[in-house]
């Protein structure tokens, strides 16, 4: 079978200069949930593996990436309840996974309430790749 010609091993996809000058403002004004789980996954904390936050991918910006493991995980604050944003959200991860990654979603409330936890679905992905 072909390989998907969007699916290349470049980690930021052909993101454009405007993506990353964005992604650099994002990281500079992380939200309480995205601090929290920086600070459980910086520095190659879970199982050896290093992700990047706010990290410019083609048109997009993921909350969080990980290149070794081809795995995206977004932080979804309140407003992706609405049924605008859910579309918006769906058509975001098809468009992520069509380039060959993987995208893990949690709420503000999980990383916050349940940051065991969540650490440990991370981990379970991690261990069926």
Known sequence: ???NPLES????????????????KLRANLTAAEEMLWLAVKNNQIDGYKFRRQHPLSIYIADFYCHA?????????????????QLLDEK??????FQGLKVIRFTNE??????????????AFIKTR
């Open 69 to 85: 493991l081809k795995l995206v995980i977004e932080i979804d604050g309140g407003y992706h309840l609405t049924e605008e944003q």
């Open 9 to 24: 091993d470049n980690m930021w996809k052909g993101a454009s200069p405007q993506i990353f000058s964005n992604a650099k």
């Open 1 to 3: 079978m072909d390989k």
């Open 92 to 97: 975001r991860t098809k468009d992520i996974e």
């Open 110 to 123: 999980e990383v916050l309430v349940q940051l065991p936890e969540v650490i440990d679905k991370i981990k």
